[in-house]
Structure formats: C-alpha cells, structure tokens
C-alpha cells in the first residue's frame, strides 16, 4: 500500500490558520454562530479550530457540539457489521443560529447530507455551512460542496484519503492511500 503526503504538520497548522481566519470574517464574534463537529473524524478538526479561535484570535463566544449521524446515514443496515454509534454533544441552541458543520473530508457527500437530517433534531437554524479539511471534488454523489476548505484533492476510486491528528494517531498529517 503505497501512500503520498499531502499534508504535512506545518501544513496542517497553516491551513488550520487560514481556516480559522475565514471563520472569523464570515462570524465575527460568533455570538450568532455555532460549530458543530461530526463524528467520528470531524470533531478533531472541530476542537482544534475552535482551540484555535479561543487561544490565537481571542474570540470569547465560540459554542462547540459533536453530532453523531450513524442513525441518519443511508448506509446504516447495509454492511456486513452493525455500525457503531457516537456521542453527540450539543448543549446549547441552534434555532435561529448559524451552524457551521466541520468534517476532516468531503467525499461523496452522504455524510453531510445525514447532518443534515439529523440536526433538525435539535431545532432550525438559520443557516448551514459546511467546513472541510480536504474535498475531494470529483467524488460527490450528491451536490453537496464547502464554503470553506483546507486543499481540494483529486483522487480516483481506488485512493483513499487519511487524516492524521495529534490527539488521536500521534501526528497531524494527510496522506494520499492506495487501497
């Protein structure tokens, strides 16, 4: 299995930088604002943005949630294991607010579109925007794409993106996976 390094961790924090940044012009203050990481893969991406928005740019407001999607994914009953469900966290309002989903990689789209559903759970926003790390653009199933996102990856079929984190594989990376 060979594999190509897309990002390294300097990388990683530059784009995590300029992520943020963007965050900041389109919010403010994030006072009408919340982000909303998916789980499983997205809520690292989440934390550390916000981390990143609290500690470097001094912005006091910043709600963060997790939202587990499993039981919303079209996929659910059709694999071979039952998949296995996460938390979700969000113990705050989102009616009326600007909800800002967060995933470490866009692919086909299914994901998000699974947010979708189940963030109506917990009321109506007043807008939806979608921040990736890494979209892969030629993949989409649905037409689903970023507002805002790290690098834009053309991968064929076979490729896999991986994305590495501090927190959880000892390394802040992405790399580019022949399966």
């Known amino acids: 299995m060979s ?6 961790s300097k990388e990683v924090n530059i ?15 994030f ?4 982000l909303i990481g998916i789980q499983p893969r997205g809520i690292f991406l989440a934390e550390r943005l916000a981390n990143l928005l609290i500690e470097d740019y001094k912005i006091k407001n910043i709600e963060l949630g ?4 499993t039981f919303f994914r079209d996929d659910f009953r059709r694999g071979d294991k039952p998949l296995e469900a996460n938390k979700t966290n969000i113990n705050f309002i989102i009616e009326d607010k600007n909800v800002v989903f967060i995933d470490d990689v866009l692919y086909t789209g299914r994901s998000i579109r699974s947010a979708l559903t189940a963030i109506q759970s917990f009321g109506r926003p007043k807008d939806i925007e979608l921040l990736t790390l890494i979209d892969r653009r030629f993949s989409r199933h649905l037409p689903i794409q970023p507002n805002y996102k790290g690098r834009q990856v053309d991968a064929i079929d076979n490729q896999k993106v991986k994305v590495n984190w501090v927190e959880n594989e000892g390394e802040d990376a992405v790399y580019l996976v022949d399966k």
């Not at 594999?3 to 390294?8: C, F, G, P, Q, T």
């Not at 006072?31 to 919340?34: G, K, L, Q, R």
């Open 3 to 8: 594999h190509k390094v897309l990002l390294n």
């Open 66 to 69: 997790h939202l587990d999607i």
């Open 31 to 34: 006072s009408e604002t919340v």
């Open 15 to 29: 784009t995590l930088h300029r992520l943020a940044c963007q965050l900041i012009e389109n919010h403010d203050d």
